[in-house]
């Protein structure tokens, strides 16, 4: 038997459904939850080079990015979580709120329905979309 098939998913870390470890994604969200924007990005955009598929990171990426003031960037990174894993409703409700932050509040409120129909009792997303609508 070859490496591969001993090990998958070890020392090719071009394979689709190898992705980051617990660890590193953890570091990640440390690093936001204390404020260190930048830092949490060199990190996160790092580890999206060798794990561009994985929608977590893509989530987690927009947010560092909107908190760096990157709406566009977060945006996209939301954007691509959702291509990834189209019932994410934490990335819906993400995507809305940069939306309605760059003031495209008619898209947000969209995402905004989108992160509902998934989980109903979002509350967060609840008042997201009253936060939109009334803008």
């Known amino acids: 038997m070859s490496e591969k098939e001993l090990n998958p998913g070890r020392g090719n870390d071009d394979d689709a459904h190898v992705g980051p470890s617990p660890k590193q994604l953890d570091e990640i969200c440390e690093l936001y939850n204390r404020g260190e924007f930048h830092e949490a990005w060199l990190r996160g955009t790092a580890l999206e080079r060798r794990f561009p598929a994985v929608?977590?990171?893509q989530n987690m990426l927009g947010a560092v990015c909107c908190n760096l003031g990157r709406l566009d960037e977060g945006v996209a990174h939301y954007s691509r979580a959702?291509?990834?894993q189209p019932a994410y409703p934490e990335a819906s409700n993400n995507l809305g709120v940069a939306l309605s932050l760059a003031g495209k509040h008619a898209e947000a409120?969209?995402?905004?329905?989108e992160a509902l129909r998934l989980q109903p009792d979002f509350a967060e997303a609840h008042n997201n979309l009253g936060k939109a609508l009334s803008a």
């Open 55 to 57: 929608p977590f990171l």
């Open 109 to 113: 409120a969209v995402s905004l329905r």
């Open 82 to 84: 959702l291509q990834l």
